[in-house]
C-alpha cells in the first residue's frame, strides 16, 4: 500500500530541513522516537536504527536526499516489515508518502501525522 499525508503549518522549508538535517533533532518533533543512532547529518548512506516507544527498535537507511529541493527517502525495517518514506518540505507545509503493508501503514498514519503536524509548528532554528 502506498498512502501521501500533507500536513500545513507556519513553519518555513528552511526550519523544517533544519530539523531533519541531523538526527538528534529527530525526537524533538517526533514523538514516537525516543532515540536515533548514530546521531548524525542526514546523507545517502546513513544507516542506524530508531528506538520507539516502549523500546520498539527498527533499523533504519537513507537512500536519498535532495536539500535543495527539500526531499530525502529512507527505509525503515522492524522484523519482517518494511517501509520506505519519502518526505518532501516547502514554504508552510510537508508530505510524507508511505509505502508498505497495508496494516502498518494505516496504523502508522496517526503516528506520522502527529509528528509532521508538530514539525511544520516549529519556530525558526535558534
Known sequence: MRHTIRVTGPATAETQW?????TARWPAWAPHLRRVDPEAALAVGLSGRVVGLAGVTARFAVTAVDAEAGTWRWTV????VRLELD???????????????????LGYL????????RLVRLG???
Not at 525495517?77 to 519482517?80: C, E, K, L, M, S
Not at 518526505?87 to 501503514?105: F, N, Q
Open 110 to 117: 496517526p503516528v506520522a501525522r502527529l509528528a509532521l503536524t
Open 87 to 105: 518526505h518532501a518540505v516547502g514554504d508552510g507545509w510537508t508530505s510524507l508518502t508511505i509505502t508498505g503493508p497495508a496494516p502498518v501503514v
Open 124 to 126: 525558526p532554528p535558534g
Open 77 to 80: 525495517t522492524a522484523g519482517p
Open 18 to 22: 533544519h530539523a531533519y538535517a541531523h
